[in-house]
């Protein structure tokens, strides 16, 4: 069964992939239109999610239910903003379309990270104060 922590991780190699996989393409063809989207992809995708997963594992007190609903809300949070943005940078979505949806996985995104604060604080720093 797997393990919030390794999900976290798994999640975070696979927005490397891709956002590695767009960087190349971009590079290749010379058109940077897409960067945001690698950007994304590679800071919240890659390096967010792979620390989260490190952190869940460093403390592993921390797996219950808060830490599976910041793993659903950034995974959900972050494919939406990927997706809207690389519509919206290609040129099938106009802004005014792809603005809100932004909006939304942003603060999906950000109550996720609220959420593994809390649970941090709650839980990681009983145990700090008890060692």
Partial sequence: ????????ILFGILA????MGLGEHMGASGDL????????ALALGWIGAFLFGL??????????WMAWAHLALHGVGVTVML????????????P??????LGVSALA?????V????????RAGRETAAA
Avoid at 1 to 8: C, E, G, S, T, Y
Avoid at 16 to 19: C, F, I, N, V
Avoid at 83 to 94: N, V
């Fill in 1 to 8: 069964m797997f393990k919030v922590d390794k999900l976290f």
């Fill in 16 to 19: 490397a992939l891709g956002g």
């Fill in 33 to 40: 239109t897409q960067r945001v989207t690698h950007v994304h």
């Fill in 55 to 64: 952190c869940y594992r460093a403390w592993p007190m921390l797996a219950g």
């Fill in 83 to 94: 997706s809207m943005l690389f519509l919206m940078f290609g040129g099938g979505l106009p």
């Fill in 96 to 101: 005014q379309t792809a603005g809100p949806v």
């Fill in 109 to 113: 995104i950000m109550l996720g990270v």
């Fill in 115 to 122: 959420l593994f604060a809390i649970n941090f604080l709650m």
